[in-house]
């Protein structure tokens, strides 16, 4: 299929004062339709492919039934062209030739060309984009610079709190290593001298002392008992006594000596110079500390206070810039959506064709893009019409067309209906031919074909003689997936008398359930609260998607395409020679109608 784009068909619809007259929606429908050279279908609905066979009594293409569209119901016309207004529409399908394996056929075999780049209209630049983004980053830059003499005050501050805190834990751990150097120096002072070895030799010469004068009292023993012996024997005993009293003074001195020994270690103090100069050099590096600590503290205070006052004096200037850059970035994002740097994938099977849902198997996964979607078209913008509000609810659920708000035909000048997206899929007349011909110069139907014509030929009365039947056979079709309705109003939607509510259709057959509110505020007020409040019709959904003061706009979106045109050709088959008449006529050719019939 083919799909249009926003460069979007529109028809403006009239509403308001003066008489509209019946039939001139679908009349002005048709006509704006056959300027693009394609066959209306009104209203649009999804039960319209490619092979589908219509059956007129009259010629579709002839004079009598563009007279009939062109002019209002009942103005001066013949009988045949009011007969032909009154059955335009009327026709219900004859038959479908089935044509789906010949549009998979050739489809498979036509281009289908990469995607384009969601960043595509980079290409040919966005002055409008780049304007609002060079604004948002200027913007930017601003409320950076006014943010900058914060930012270095929260820098200034951090380090001077890690400053602080590394001063802390210094100025601990000097506290702690003073405080060991103390335990030392109090532990060296309180300790004795060792005199151990002086006792020790104290108690041997004492020892050496009793041994001597032991020695003595026996010596002097064996003198007192020898006065009656030899003289020999009184000598050597008073030599024996000598020299024990000789070896007792000696022991007696080795005494004395170790006692005042004993008593000069006793005198002797541990030495703690080393100590207390260490203790000396530790207190003042806590002192150093501290002071450092002290700094550190003055210096985290004096950032704390300089960061309070520049945020002080710079917060309101950033909050002004912010709205400014808010809304910068608010310009910038509505230019990107409205279509600067968006672009949507169109709809598409992931595993089957859409010519007849069977899945595409894997050795054909490369023809994918070329059968798993319907191709794009893009309709230009065309003319406006005029029709009554009613008229419109053909297109529009009146559900929708409310709005929720009694708005009178005298509340609203036009009404404008877009095409915002279509597609489309064909096949070939030479396809076509090949089904409903068995000669090479398309005049002998297919008898299959043939007995169908015949049947149709007597459900048509009232024809000319002779009785022609012509019949219309569809080999491209339109869709649409959206149709976006804008409604304006004489001045703007003003106050009102009474608001109605909608709610979603009932399932029960009651019909359209409201909630009355006879508030005195605006109309638009009423619209503006049910702004985005999507509202749920039957195959799809309808939105109010923008408002002003004298517009509203509204979307409704189809859960499946909707036929809205279709092309193809016309065969025209006598009645009753069961014979096929004159040449073919292609049915919604480029030339628009009104024109082709001048040029015949």
């Excluded at 006052?309 to 710079?314: G, I, L």
Aim: a negative charge; one cysteine or more.
């Amino acid at each position: 299929m083919k799909k249009l784009f926003p460069v979007a068909l529109s028809i403006s619809l009239l509403s308001g004062c003066g008489t509209i007259d019946r039939g001139h929606v679908q009349r002005e429908w048709s006509n704006t339709f056959r300027e693009l050279g394609i066959v209306p279908l009104f209203p649009p609905r999804e039960d319209v492919y490619v092979g589908d066979v219509y059956a007129y009594s009259f010629d579709p293409n002839g004079e009598d039934a563009e007279a009939a569209m062109k002019d209002a119901w009942y103005d001066p016309l013949s009988t045949d062209q009011k007969k032909i207004q009154r059955l335009i529409g009327m026709n219900s399908r004859l038959t479908h030739i089935d044509l789906e394996e010949d549009a998979l056929t050739e489809y498979k075999k036509r281009p289908s060309f990469p995607q384009t780049s969601s960043d595509y209209n980079d290409i040919a630049g966005n002055p409008a984009l780049a304007a609002a983004e060079e604004n948002v980053l200027k913007e930017s830059a601003l409320v950076t610079s006014l943010e900058a003499p914060i930012t270095a005050a929260k820098v200034a501050l951090k380090e001077s709190e890690d400053k602080l805190l590394a001063a802390t834990r210094s100025n601990d751990d000097a506290a702690k290593t003073v405080a060991a150097a103390e335990a030392k120096l109090t532990e060296g002072k309180a300790r004795t001298v060792d005199t151990s070895k002086e006792k020790a030799l104290l108690t041997t010469a004492k020892a050496e002392q009793r041994d001597a004068f032991d020695a003595v009292s026996a010596a002097q023993y064996k003198v007192d008992t020898s006065s009656n012996s030899p003289q020999p024997v009184k000598d050597a005993a008073a030599l024996e006594l000598q020299t024990a009293k000789r070896a007792l003074s000696l022991a007696d001195l080795k005494v004395t000596r170790a006692n005042e020994d004993l008593t000069a270690r006793s005198a002797e103090k541990v030495d703690t110079t080393d100590l207390e100069s260490d203790l000396a050099t530790k207190k003042k590096d806590k002192d150093d500390k501290a002071a450092a600590l002290i700094a550190a503290t003055r210096k985290k205070e004096d950032d704390a206070t300089a960061l309070t006052q520049v945020t002080a004096t710079q917060t309101p200037r950033i909050a002004a810039e912010q709205v400014k850059l808010e809304k910068a970035k608010a310009i910038q994002q509505a230019i990107a959506e409205a279509g600067a740097k968006m672009l949507y994938n169109q709809p598409h099977d992931e595993t089957a064709d859409v010519f007849n849902g069977k899945a595409i198997p894997d050795q054909e996964k490369l023809l994918k893009p070329r059968i798993n979607r319907l191709r794009l078209v893009a309709f230009p913008e065309f003319s406006t019409v005029s029709v009554t509000s009613g008229g419109l609810s053909a297109l529009v659920p009146v559900e929708a067309l409310n709005l929720g708000v009694n708005i009178s035909a005298s509340d609203v000048k036009t009404v404008s209906v877009k095409i915002p997206a279509a597609e489309s899929y064909s096949v070939s007349l030479d396809s076509a031919l090949s089904k409903i011909f068995i000669d090479n110069k398309n005049t002998q139907l297919n008898p299959t074909i043939e007995n169908t014509f015949a049947w149709a030929s007597p459900q048509y009365p009232g024809a000319k003689s002779p009785r022609y039947v012509y019949l219309r056979v569809i080999t491209e079709v339109y869709y649409a997936r959206a149709m976006d309705v804008g409604i304006f109003a004489t001045t703007t939607f003003g106050a009102r008398g009474s608001v109605q509510t909608p709610i979603a259709p009932a399932t029960s057959g009651e019909g359209l359930k409201v909630n009355s509110n006879p508030s005195s505020t605006s109309q638009m007020d009423d619209i503006l609260h049910n702004i985005s409040q999507s509202q749920s019709v039957p195959g799809g959904s309808v939105q109010i998607v923008s408002q002003n003061a004298s517009s509203i706009g509204i979307r409704r979106v189809f859960d499946r395409p909707i036929a809205i045109g279709f092309r193809g050709l016309i065969i025209t088959f006598d009645a009753d020679s069961r014979k096929v008449v004159g040449s073919l006529a292609v049915d919604g050719s480029s030339t628009p109608t009104f024109m082709r019939n001048n040029l015949q």
